[in-house]
């Protein structure tokens, strides 16, 4: 079975959204690595990625440039603290599927999302 990748730098956020994913039944690799997420998505293992704007190896608009450009299709889902219209135009404009601000109820805005993005 296929599954989400989560990518962000904060391990705090990191260990929400894997419980949040698990919960919902989604089963869930998780990372501060854009490298170990274009791995896994260039392994064929991926079939969503879900990621913050700032990783520990490369910020979120190159890692969402890479994945879009990947042999895989991988749809892409932003999560970010920068909930602004110019942002998420911006994030649309890379390739992203949808944007989910951090501010506020964030489960709320994700979770048709995923259902929408794993079927």
Request: glycine share 6%.
């Amino acid at each position: 079975m296929k599954k989400v990748i989560h990518a962000d730098n904060s391990e705090f956020f990191r260990k929400l959204m894997r419980t949040f994913l698990t919960e919902h039944g989604y089963p869930v690799e998780s990372s501060n690595s854009g490298k170990q997420v274009l791995d896994a998505v260039n392994a064929g293992k991926i079939s969503l990625v879900v990621t913050g704007m700032t990783l520990s190896d490369m910020d979120g608009d190159e890692l969402i440039k890479k994945v879009v450009t990947s042999r895989y299709k991988v749809p892409i889902i932003a999560v970010t603290s920068n909930d602004s219209e110019e942002q998420r135009q911006v994030l649309k404009a890379l390739g992203v599927k949808a944007t989910v601000s951090k501010n506020g109820s964030w489960q709320e805005e994700l979770l048709p999302l995923l259902t929408e993005s794993m079927k």
